[in-house]
């Protein structure tokens, strides 16, 4: 299977076909009990169809008034009440894309090191440390980048940087402090322990025997890992990345507080982006016009449909691999 | 050693390196952000910092006592509403969720987990703001509930597939009915379990912001009026920390510190929690 079945999906199966088959027969206490169980259960498939309602209602006006051109054209005038989503959608995929850049080589690191290289004692002390990272909330990653990491940027990392690379389109321009950078290296630190901790649980679920017959016909520690255990994981490591990238498009608030906040599309990295999240986040309880909100909603619902879709590729690539577990959320 | 074997490898040795050098860069990230938070943070910690209220903009002095009340009483009515209703998702799934419906219900609830949380903050408008007319901390307690809902429903129904199917048969042997079974037996072993998960689901929930900006919009007075709108610390900091004024500036660090506190206290009850049960187990 080379393409992406949405349906039917590989079932994550527990032992026994259901838990109770076979066990006495039930009676009308029971039937309740699995009814309750199941009315409760059905408040998941239903929030998510209340959520995608109330956003294509919400954006309904602006939905007929600029039709798919809303994605393209860049226009955001309050004033003229005219409005185009593709600075905040191209801000969104440029910062999400920088911080991969950065975040996978780092959090597929952690996940090689704590299954492959690490000493035992060493393990658990590093994966609660980047379990840490995932506590962290995004405001106090804001107060940080804020006060530390721009300022830091600004004297070590930007000079050096334009010194060196100032001639490519990626880094034009004077470098005030809120940019894209700063929003993606926040983004990049926020999604090292997602994408680390699900890569973890990957690799842990390679069979041993895969590492010991690469080791056994000769091969270096690193070439059983690259030959042996990563193809081997190959699905479930780029479900990893996608989740990371899932959780990158719609984190809102360190990027609001770093990424500058202006409807400008420029290649520079250097430059204040703005994104989706962001938009809504500033500008939602200050809409005028009902058009304005309209308009916000749609944006919403373009970052909804947008994150639900690269989640489930995400989860059917982690389902594939470690069955039905409930990977990563026991990183947070 | 033939030149081909010592290359192969010095290229082993050299990406171990790499390896150890990236994961000590992602570790190096967390003691940089705690180690600002405490230096920064420790230093504006003062009694009137826990006891007062802010004061206005461009004074020095104040706390932030109304921004903890707050967080408080939204994140207690939030898990109010989402633990129960996680939970038996959860249980649903563990107990009967072998089926096309568990499936999908499991499906859905990874799905939701990656929802951008600013989204759930425009859901919660939509029903309880824009009818009422007005900002609420109501309103904040709903989409945080939302939002911790499908983590609880999943980390629940981990926690209670790990109870083995012995015990399950030795109640129903016995002469318990299935739905006893399940909540005396299957429910109660698995406790431990099913708390750290809510615990880690309200400690996540403490710390949002985005779908608090237009729910429970903040306040700078103090109020206990679910009715009203009202500040948490992480609306709080977001103010202050990109404000124009130093003074602000110090309470956001020290606000911030507080916050993590916090979130860390809960975090580490939530493992305690589960040694405590699970501690030969896991």
């Known amino acids: 299977m080379t393409s992406l079945p949405i ?12 838990r109770w088959s076979g066990l006495l027969t039930t009676g009308r206490s029971d039937r309740t009990y699995r009814r309750i169980l199941t009315a409760i259960a059905l408040g998941l498939p239903l929030m998510i169809v209340v959520m995608l309602s109330v956003l294509v209602t919400g954006a309904w006006p602006a939905l007929k008034r600029f039709g798919p051109s809303f994605v393209w054209s860049s226009t955001w005038d309050p004033i003229a009440d005219i409005y185009g989503a593709a600075p905040m959608i191209f801000g969104t995929l440029a910062s999400s894309f920088l911080a991969l850049l ?38 106090v990653y804001g107060t940080w980048g804020i006060f530390v990491l721009i300022p830091f940027l600004r004297g070590h990392v930007v000079p050096p940087l334009k010194a060196l690379l100032g001639w490519t389109p990626f880094l034009q321009g004077v470098f005030y402090g809120n940019s894209l950078l700063a929003g993606g290296i926040i983004l990049a630190i926020m999604i090292v322990p997602y994408i680390a ?30 030959s042996a255990v990563l193809p081997y994981g190959r699905a479930g490591l780029i479900g990893a990345i996608i989740l990371g990238l899932g959780r ?6 360190a990027v609001t507080m770093l990424i500058g906040n202006r409807h400008d599309i420029s290649l520079s990295v250097l430059q204040p982006a703005y994104t989706m999240a962001a938009a809504i986040a500033n500008e939602f309880s200050e809409a005028t016009t009902s058009l304005y909100l309209s308009a916000l909603f749609e ?20 389902w594939r691999v470690a069955r039905g577990a409930a990977v990563g959320s026991r990183a947070l | ?88 998702a959860g249980m649903y799934l563990a107990e009967y969720g072998s ?24 859901v919660g408008w939509t029903f309880i703001v824009k009818p009422t007319g007005r900002f609420s901390a109501l309103a904040g307690s709903v989409a945080l509930a939302m939002l911790m809902i499908p983590m609880i429903a999943r980390t629940t129904e981990e926690m209670v597939r790990l109870v083995p199917n012995s015990l399950r048969e030795a109640a129903l042997a016995l002469g318990y009915a299935r739905w006893r079974t399940s909540l005396k037996i299957v429910a109660r072993t698995a406790l431990g379990g099913i708390v750290t998960g809510c615990l880690v689901g309200i400690a996540r929930i403490a710390g949002e912001t985005a779908p608090l900006l237009f729910t429970a919009l ?40 507080v916050l993590m506190g916090l979130v860390l206290i809960i975090s580490l009850v939530a493992r305690w929690v589960t040694r405590q049960r699970y501690g030969s187990v896991r």
């Open chain 1, 102 to 139: 950065i975040a996978v080589p780092l959090a597929l690191s952690v996940a090689i090191f704590l299954t492959e290289f690490s000493p035992r004692w060493l393990r658990q002390p590093v994966a609660f440390v980047v379990e840490l990272l995932a506590a962290i909330p995004s405001v």
């Open chain 1, 7 to 18: 349906e039917p999906l590989p079932t994550p199966k527990p032992s026994t076909e259901t």
């Open chain 2, 99 to 122: 089926g096309r419906l568990g499936f999908l219900v499991r499906f859905i609830a990874d799905v939701l987990n990656g929802t951008p949380s600013i989204v759930i903050g425009i």
């Open chain 2, 218 to 257: 903040g306040n700078l007075n103090f109020t206990t009026n679910l009715s009203q709108p009202m500040q948490t610390l992480s609306l709080q900091i977001y103010v202050y920390a990109t404000g124009p004024y130093d003074e602000w500036h110090r309470l956001a660090w020290a606000s911030a510190l």
């Open chain 1, 248 to 253: 990158a498009l719609g984190e809102t608030m």
């Open chain 1, 197 to 226: 901790a699900v890569s973890r649980e990957v690799l842990l679920a390679v069979p041993a025997s895969q590492r010991e017959a690469a080791l056994a016909m000769g091969a270096t520690r690193w070439e059983a890992v690259r």
């Open chain 2, 1 to 88: 050693m033939t030149g081909q074997s010592l290359r192969r490898h010095i290229m082993s040795r050299a990406m171990t390196a790499l390896v150890v050098l990236f994961s000590f860069l992602a570790v190096l990230a967390l003691i940089l952000i705690l180690g600002n938070l405490i230096i920064k943070g420790a230093s504006s910690i003062d009694w009137a910092f826990f006891t007062r209220s802010p004061v206005a903009a461009g004074q020095t002095g104040g706390g932030v006592a109304n921004a903890i009340v707050g967080s408080v009483l939204i994140v207690s009515l939030a898990a109010l509403i989402g633990v129960p209703i996680g939970v038996g």
């Open chain 1, 299 to 318: 944006v919403g619902l373009i970052l909804f449909v947008l994150t639900v879709a690269v989640n489930a590729i995400a989860r059917v690539l982690i």
